[in-house]
């Protein structure tokens, strides 16, 4: 059986983001187990004049086009302007979650840095555990996709903790949100996509660009996409890797 102390050593999803913010400027990258992608920002005067993205690693045929759809939403607005909150589904979710990353850490001067394990099961028990800044601030065990740990959310499952959720303080709000989307994309470790599956065939309409009606006709599961980062390799994001040293 699988231990608190032991669990990260266990095959499971991994996932790390980087958001660093400078003068006028934002940067988040992430890499996962399916996504390697990055996220630019500028903006002035309250106002976001440009934003680019790089689509380095992902996982359908149709991911690359949503860079334009990222632009479309976010360039020439206000970076409070709650408008763009409406849209995460047109877009590249994973491109729209760093681009909201960096409209929240705009005019901050400190870089945050996530690390995320979310084992797979073990009898049952999923261990979720996420690091800021080196530091682990959340840790869970769910069984069966239910909370054991913590005792606040025990017997609910990932979509039913919304509440709990938003009456964190900011910074574990913001890590909650992070983990608990990590938790729900690590089960994609255990459906089978083969290369050249048409993206329909999963049944995920309008959860995504790719999966917007049309686009997941056409859309086709890359060769080569995936990473299990359990396999022996340095981690996600392995070039940066100093940035997620621990203590």
């Known amino acids: ?15 790390r983001i980087a958001i660093e913010p400078a003068a006028g400027t934002v940067r988040a ?20 004049s440009c934003i680019e993205s ?32 409406n ?10 979650d760093l681009a909201t990353f960096c409209v929240d850490h705009a005019g901050t001067g400190e870089a945050v840095l996530y690390d995320i394990f979310v084992s797979d099961p073990q009898d049952g028990v999923v261990f979720a555990r996420l690091y800021r800044n ?8 769910l069984r ?16 039913e903790i919304g509440k709990w959720i938003a009456g964190l303080t900011p910074q574990l709000e913001a890590s909650a949100r992070i983990l608990r ?12 996509m083969p290369a050249g599956m048409v993206g329909s065939e999963i049944g995920l309409i309008g959860t995504c660009h790719t999966f917007q009606p049309g686009t997941a006709d056409i859309a086709r599961r890359k060769p ?3 990473m299990d980062f359990s396999a022996g390799s340095d981690g996600p994001m392995a070039d940066r890797a100093e940035m997620f040293t621990r203590d």
């Open 224 to 226: 080569g996409a995936d």
């Open 87 to 96: 849209d995460k589904t047109l877009n590249c979710t994973h491109l729209y």
């Open 181 to 192: 989307w990590a938790a729900m994309i690590a089960g994609g470790r255990a459906i089978s």
């Open 54 to 85: 790089d689509m380095k690693r992902g996982p359908w045929t149709t991911c690359d086009a949503a860079r334009a759809q990222l632009e479309k939403t976010f360039q020439g607005k206000p970076l409070g302007d709650p408008s763009f909150r």
């Open 144 to 159: 069966d996709g239910k909370f054991l740990v913590p005792g606040e959310v025990a017997g609910k499952g990932l979509t």
């Open 134 to 141: 080196n530091q682990c601030r959340l840790d869970w065990q």
């Open 29 to 48: 990258e992430l890499e996962d187990d399916y996504h390697r992608m990055v996220v630019d920002l500028w903006h002035e005067d309250g106002i976001i």
């Open 1 to 15: 059986m699988t231990t608190e102390l032991d669990a990260e050593a266990q095959p499971g999803y991994r996932r």
